[in-house]
């Protein structure tokens, strides 16, 4: 039989190997893309324009394209800090974490998806993976205001945010998650797959329907925006950033089934009524990709999309910033 | 046959199934870095497989 204290000498050196692990997880995870993202705002300094928004943004804003379109010297140019599958609140940390550490930029790109500014930002613990780990990174405490979490879930975070296995569970997750689909894969015709994951998947996304769309949309237009859109655009105000807000490029599908509908145009009316209080410009980028083979999945700038799409706001914005807001 | 049985012996001790280990396994319950070890091992196992029921749609972290 053994004996307490050999138990207990027994769960102490569990405890020192779990410490290992911790330590281990932290170190392997030290380039996560999210901390990628705030390593090149630590780099990016003197940028006088920030691009903020999620994969959306990260795929299509191309800074040397935009910064040789707007005209502006590279190391004053622009720094994209968009991140991939972000909510706003992310967005928001992001933004706070860029001006705490020196960048002043004059110009804020804020590139958006169908009702992200409306839709109040809901998690649970399962969900705060991957890239929301930034959630844990940035501010965990000042970011919990602004998305909403279960009882449980909230007991959750706050006592284990700031443990390692627990923050950057999911980076560990993915590669046994990628170690499975290769298995899976297995005298499979080979899926199309890019940066943010398996092209095919990126559909699910999209609402289930024109009609839910509509419906939803119709819902948004009587919301206020959601708190960390709001907060983001107060903020950027306060610091005397011009706020440029950018409908997306989008899929023929994409736009005709969804964007080409009345409640759709109601919604981005309403927006603009509400941005008014911070001066924000408002640019409907929607089709700006208008052939389909500009796109590598079915929300996705390709490269050569990104290219487009970067070259016409740089453009936009050097030639007149005052009347970005009308201009389509 | 016996050396099946021998296996299966060793995995019901380190199990926790019987308390004995077979004849000409070292490991006895007293050594408490194998067995702090083996849980740490099995921890390990439980956490990098723990996520299989989280939906990836983005896979770029």
Known sequence: MITRQQLGWTAATLAVCVLAMNLGVAYLTRNSVPRRVMHHALESQSARVLALGNSLMAAGFEEPVFDSAAA?????????????????????LLLRYALAHGIRPRVLIYGFYDL??????????????????????????YARQFYSLSAHDSLEFSVFHSIPMFEDRGAVWSKVEILRRSMAQQGLAQQTTNQFGRAADFSLLEPASTDAFRQD???????????????????????????????????????????????????????????????????????????????????????????????????????????????? | MAQL?????????????????????????????????????????????????????????
């Open chain 1, 72 to 92: 502006l010297p590279t190391r004053e140019g622009a720094v994209n800090l968009s991140l991939g599958a972000s909510s706003p609140v992310e967005q928001l």
């Open chain 1, 116 to 141: 992200q500014l409306s839709e109040p930002v809901q998690f649970s613990a399962n969900d705060m993976i991957g890239n929301h780990a930034l959630l844990y990174y940035l501010e965990p405490s």
């Open chain 1, 217 to 328: 949309s119709e819902a948004a237009a009587q919301l206020p925006l959601a708190p960390p859109v709001a907060e983001l655009f107060r903020q950027a105000h306060e610091a005397s950033i011009d706020v440029v807000l950018v409908e997306m490029p989008m899929r023929t599908s994409h736009r005709s089934r969804f964007y080409e509908t009345k409640e759709w145009n109601d919604y981005t009316s309403h927006v603009q009524e509400l941005l008014r209080p911070y001066s924000v410009k408002f640019v409907d980028a929607s089709s700006w990709a208008a052939d389909d083979s500009l796109f590598e999945d079915p929300l996705h700038l390709s490269q050569r999309g990104a290219t487009i799409f970067s070259q016409r706001i740089g453009e936009l914005l050097s030639a007149k910033p005052a009347q970005v807001a009308d201009l389509h």
């Open chain 2, 5 to 61: 049985l021998w296996v299966q012996h060793v995995l019901e001790y380190i199990a926790g199934e019987i308390d004995s280990p077979p004849d000409g396994f070292p490991v006895r319950l007293t050594n408490i870095v194998f067995w702090g070890l083996w849980w740490a091992a099995l921890a390990a196992i439980i956490y990098i497989f723990s996520g299989q029921s989280s939906k990836f749609i983005y896979i770029d972290f």
